[in-house]
């Protein structure tokens, strides 16, 4: 999530899930083990076009869960489109993941890798979940935040996808027009998707980033070197295998 992305590390609580506890450890590491037999099963064991298929399995999983999840909020009757559509960044990502895993195109990757990276990572982290093990929504957020992770580690490790310095400007603008559409729809809905227009209830580091419109400023700012850190494995990874040719 955009804004999440800044939320401190410290273990707290919010609602009935806390950070750090055995609700939140449990799913990153399962994930994080299957991921890597996943990855190695597919690049060691596996043609292109089963590597392929697996690719559009996964992106299926993840977009079908966010999708079931909210049909299912809809027929409960208690869907606000103040609050309940897919506008977080993390949500909109994985409701249309199957897009690129089905299309491979390299311009959709280069956005979504510093996006995932910089704000899926982090609310895996600092999850946000309004109720726990084994609520729907428990499930719906993992398979959502991780289930991005996986994909976009599939794209780099399996299909060789890398990004190159453009695409950190590429994915920084795509960013400023999704944001933008965003302040236009909070507008129109009096809603509040990605804290563009306040900050969140509860208590986060935007706190310390002072009043609207300064924190998103803030975050402006320190979004600029976050792609660059994320961008450098990939740099000294090129530097590494020129040297080696």
């Known amino acids: 999530m955009y804004i999440r992305s800044l939320i401190s590390l410290t273990y707290y609580t919010i609602d009935s899930l806390e950070i750090g506890s055995f609700q939140h450890i449990a799913p990153i590491v399962i994930t994080s ?12 064991k596996l043609d292109q076009a089963k590597q392929e298929q697996m690719f559009k399995g996964l992106g299926y999983f993840v977009s079908l869960t966010v999708l079931v999840y909210h049909i299912n909020l809809i027929i409960k009757g208690n869907y606000n489109l103040s609050t309940d559509l897919p506008l977080f960044l993390c949500s909109f990502m994985a409701l249309f993941i199957f897009v690129f895993t089905n299309s491979r195109k390299y311009w959709v990757f280069e956005i979504l890798l510093f996006w995932i990276i910089a704000g899926t990572s982090q609310a895996v982290i600092t999850p946000d979940i309004s109720v726990g093990f084994p609520s ?39 960013l400023q027009v999704y944001m933008f559409v965003i302040f236009g729809i909070n507008f129109l809905l009096d809603a509040n998707y990605s804290y563009l227009n306040k900050k969140p209830n509860s208590a986060s580091a935007l706190d310390y980033l002072g009043d609207w419109p300064t924190y998103l400023l803030v975050v402006e700012v ?12 990939f740099f000294i990874a090129g530097k590494l295998n020129k040297k080696a040719i």
């Open 136 to 174: 729907f929504d428990y499930f719906r957020y993992w398979i959502a935040h991780l289930g991005l992770i996986v994909i976009i580690f599939y794209a780099i490790f399996v299909f060789k996808m890398y990004p190159t310095w453009k695409s950190m400007f590429k994915s920084f603008l795509a």
């Open 33 to 44: 083990v299957l991921a890597l037999a996943l990855i190695l099963f597919a690049k060691r």
């Open 222 to 233: 320190f979004l600029i070197p976050y792609f660059l850190i994320i961008y450098l494995p």
